[in-house]
C-alpha cells in the first residue's frame, strides 16, 4: 500500500514536499517513481529513484526544481518541489516497481491515490 501527503494550494514559485509512506512489502527493492496528472492530459512521468537511491532520473520539465529522495528505514520517498509553477499543477501518484525505476508507468505494479498540488499565479 502507498499512501502520498504533502499536496496542497501554494503560489507560484512556492515549494512543497510530497511524502509517500510504502508498508507490506520489502520497500528497499523497489524503485520509486512519481507521475502527475493534470486535468484532461495523460498520465506523465516526472521522477524516479532506484532501490538503493543511488540512481535517479527527472523529466526534463522538473530538473533542476524537484528532488527525490528516500528513506528506506522510514519506508517512504518524498519528493521536494521548489520553484513551482502553475503548469505543475496535477494530482501526484507515487509508483513502486519490483527493481525498475524507469520511465514507463507499466513497469510500476502498485500505485497510491494521489495528492493533488494546485500551484496558482
Known amino acids: 500500500q502507498l499512501v502520498e501527503s504533502g499536496g496542497g494550494l501554494v503560489q507560484a514559485g512556492g515549494s512543497l514536499r510530497l511524502s509517500c509512506a510504502a508498508s507490506g512489502r520489502t520497500f528497499s527493492n523497489y524503485g520509486m517513481g512519481w507521475f502527475r496528472q493534470a486535468p484532461g492530459k495523460e498520465r506523465e512521468f516526472v521522477t524516479a529513484i532506484s532501490w538503493s537511491g543511488v540512481n535517479i532520473y527527472y523529466a526534463d520539465y522538473v530538473k533542476g526544481r524537484f528532488t527525490i529522495s528516500r528513506d528506506n528505514a522510514k519506508n517512504t520517498v518524498y519528493l521536494q518541489m521548489n520553484s513551482l509553477k502553475p503548469e505543475d499543477t496535477a494530482v501526484y501518484y507515487c509508483?513502486?516497481?519490483?527493481?525498475?525505476?524507469?520511465?514507463?508507468?507499466?513497469?510500476?505494479?502498485?500505485w497510491g491515490q494521489g495528492t493533488q498540488v494546485t500551484v496558482s499565479s
Open positions: 509508483a513502486a516497481g519490483a527493481y525498475y525505476y524507469g520511465l514507463e508507468s507499466s513497469g510500476y505494479a502498485y
